[in-house]
């Protein structure tokens, strides 16, 4: 079994910054992919990011692009999403997904990803 715990999460203003970290158990998190993904109220789940298994390959959706950071440290099981220059757009609930796929890259589509966390809150005033 895989749990994912998400922290870190916040009220901020405009251009400001907030790290979200997303801590795993289980064996094997050096082989999972990992991604972010954001849900606003009405809204679908959209991607935000993901880092490959190996943290040498990662990606990022358009409109985060230049502003958001993910890293991972295997050793520590967590892997984190950096967000500078926030946005009031970028409010919403922010969740981890781990991909058992081993996959070079990890996918951007939630339904790809098998296990989830509960989310943490970012809210951005502006």
């Known amino acids: 079994q895989v749990q994912l715990v998400e922290s870190g999460g916040g009220l901020v203003q405009a251009g400001g910054s907030l790290r979200l970290s997303c801590a795993v158990s289980g064996r094997s998190f050096s082989s999972y992919g990992m991604g972010w993904f954001r849900q606003a109220p009405g809204k679908e789940r959209e991607f935000v990011a993901a880092i490959s298994w190996s943290g040498s390959n990662t990606y990022y959706a358009d409109s985060v692009k230049g502003r958001f950071t993910i890293s991972r440290d295997n050793a520590k099981t967590t892997v984190w999403l950096q967000m500078n220059s926030l946005k009031p757009i970028d409010t919403a609930l922010y969740y981890c997904?781990?991909?058992?796929?081993?996959?070079?890259?990890?996918?951007?589509?939630?339904?790809?990803?098998?296990?989830w966390g509960q989310g943490t809150q970012v809210t951005v005033s502006s």
């Open positions: 997904a781990a991909d058992l796929g081993r996959r070079p890259l990890p996918p951007s589509a939630a339904y790809e990803y098998d296990y």
